[in-house]
């Protein structure tokens, strides 16, 4: 050790020294003798990740919020985050000689004047707007495969919360320039507010330091933007890992996958180097997305004014859904009591998008209290075999989808040439209707997979060869599935509803009685995973791994 | 008591201002001050009627007329239950809707599309100084008025202010009720957007020149041109309808670009 670190890499030695690991071991060795963090490395650096490219979603956001850092902090050396009024002197010519913001005024220098502000801004934005697309996918990818399972179900929540923080970031950011379109967007987020009964209009006065749109929000925006939100999401990002280190990584069901290991590669050398690597690339194809398509043109937007209104003004898509659920209220939804109007078209919306995130929130719990369920999950479930799940997320993607429709109304009603009219109450009948259906569309089409599954266990893939029989019957040949296949449609766990057993005291409680109600919803259609008895009956006199035979008395299809 | 009332109101409606001619003599007034006023201010107009007014021209475009528009307009322009009467509506009237292709109208919908333009340059201009010596009415604009050299940045924030929320910021168009719609003012002549200011076409308002004046129209359309012939500083503008394109593109080619590198690097090599 001493001799390695007396030589230093330049000095002309030759095979021998780089044997003993050269400049690499002496700096990895100097590091350790202080920090000790060998013991770290070997057991993060044998850490197992599993390869799928599903589990890579959650990188996407992470590498996307590293790019939101990067490019935001570019942005704060020239942003102004200040309400005072200047007069525009940059070089747009149509804005020259407006007065604006000196928020919007800075924004526009950003645009125009200062060397790679445009394509910062745009990397930005685009980097944000993949930020929150990627965390919704990653979650719609835990859900459906149910990874929320114990003992992940605190994970799911704070991997809710960082959902609800990015859109918090976007909505912040966005608002930040001052112009037409973000003014808009607070102007609505000022009327909600004031359509909270009592706490409402205080609210708004506090939050906009006095009547909308004052001279504070810019300022108050950019110290959340910046500095409150971020703090939190890395924090719970640090803690988000931190549980998947801890917990492991889920992996899917296959033949050598079980609850007690994780097959895959080591994150050092194999992961690591993927891992690097996919973040140049996310950045990749961020700047390469950025330097080709505008987005947020706040130029043609023009500073903020309360009176103009530009025809398709939507919010960025993440806020979508909540716009969407703004529109679809039919008129009048308000009444007076006690000399105070009651904006039901609003709180109505704050309820139903209030309950809903709340119910997303707390699924893991839910499940858990209705199915009664207390193992550990490491093995992911396979949608299909999850059926009532899978049609709950579908009915939850519908409804979703349907209010994030609805924020597009007028986009929809120009571009396929319809009545806006008809467009939003469509969505309005989608909105109810349309998760039912999904549920019910999501749940057989699960169980008629299962089924399907079954049918390849028992009798094999159809071959598409045809023998016929001495007696003159043709029949096709069926191929059986190999084990390793095998494994992975029969090892799925199965569940039944729970029975409604009397407590110590010998009584039924309403509560149980609403539980069992609900693990009979849950696990009342269900197909059973194949047994070892139904699969050794299913051969007959031969076993399972017997192949097709050209005796005619072997194939026993049926 | 209400007998008495009505009784007294019927004698005194018949004298001084409750005359029954009265109102026809106050409409007539003020058709008199306003007409006589318009013609004062608007200089172009007269100056555009003696332009196109020949006799010869006006016949033409009866004929014109009488033959492609009748139908619906009637025959003296009158209207009918078809189409709105054009007595008055002026030669910019006639050059905007038969000039973008507008009329003659494919089929009675929510409003007149744009179509391919069905008449030669002269006998839109017949048409035109048909219609407009009929009745005074907007003229069609003088070329110093369409040049796009006045001033974007005033012409940007009035475009905000009064056309915006249904054109959208930049002229994208935009959705109206019952399947109505403000249209793209995209490769839109200069001529054709200060007529359908001044005449108001479909849906849209009468922008006249108290409301806005010519110079400041001349601003808009200078604003106008300059975002269509600049393209957008960040690259291809998406439609330039806003976030909802912006929305789409991440999660259709954006998210769908990375989703496919992910199932790129986790593929087992052969």
Known sequence: MTTTSTRAPSNGQTVETKKTGGFTAAAA?????????????????????????????????????????LSGSFLTFFFQASMAEVVYEGSYPPLKGIPMSAAMSSTMDIS?????????????????????????????????????????????????ILFILAMAEGFTGYSLPDDLLSGNGLRIIDGMLKGIPVIGTWTSFLLFGGEFPGTDIVGRLYSLHILLLPAIIVALIAMHLLFVVVHKHTQYPSAGHTNQNVVGYPVLPVYAAKAGGFFFIVFGVVMLIASLFTINPIWNYGPYDPSPVSAGTQPDWYIGFADGALRLIPPGWEFVWLNHTYSLNILVV????????????????????????KREHHLLDRPRNAPTRTAIGA????????????????????HFH????????????????????????????????????REIVLHGYESGRIVRMPGGEFIEVHQPVDEYERWKLVSYNDFKPLML???????????????AGLTRWFFEDRIAPVTQTELDHAHGDHPAAITDSDRPSEITDK | MTTIKTHQARQTRKSGRRHPLASVALIAIGLLFTGGAYAAFSTSTAVATTDASSQQTIAEGEKLFAANCATCHGLSAQGSAEGPSLIGVGAASVDFQVGTGRMPMQMQGPQAQKKPVQFTAEQIAALAAYVASLAPGPAIPAAELLDAAGDAAVGAELFRINCAMCHNVVGAGGALTEGKFAPAIENVSAQHIYEAMVTGPQNMPVFNDMNISPENKRDIITYLKYVENNPSPGGLALGSIGPVAEGLFIWIFGLGAIVALTVWITAKSN
């Open chain 1, 350 to 373: 704050l309820a139903v998008v209030g309950l809903f995130i709340v119910l997303v929130m707390v699924y893991p719990f839910i499940e858990a209290w209705i199915t009664g369920d």
């Open chain 1, 112 to 160: 125009f004047d200062i060397r790679g502000g445009l394509l910062m801004r745009q990397v930005h934005h685009w980097a944000a707007l993949l930020f929150v697309a990627a965390i919704g996918l990653h979650m719609l990818r835990i859900y459906f495969t149910g990874a929320f399972r114990k003992p992940r179900e605190l994970n799911w929540v704070i991997g809710f």
């Open chain 1, 395 to 414: 009915a939850g993607v519908t409804f979703y989808a349907s209010l994030w429709a609805a924020a597009s109304s007028d986009i929809i009603a120009t």
């Open chain 1, 418 to 453: 319809v009545t806006m009219e008809g467009v939003i109450h469509t969505i309005q009948a989608t909105t109810i209707l349309a998760p039912f259906l999904a549920f019910f569309i999501a749940k057989r089409v699960c169980l008629a997979l299962q089924k399907k599954d």
């Open chain 1, 29 to 69: 060795n100097y590091i350790d003798e202080r920090t000790s963090i060998s013991g770290a490395v070997k057991e993060l650096g044998r850490k197992i990740f599993p390869d799928h490219w599903s589990f890579l979603l959650g990188e996407v956001a992470l590498y996307s919020f590293v790019i939101i850092l």
């Open chain 1, 501 to 515: 057993r009397p407590n110590a005291q010998g009584k039924i409680g309403a509560a149980e009685k609403i539980r």
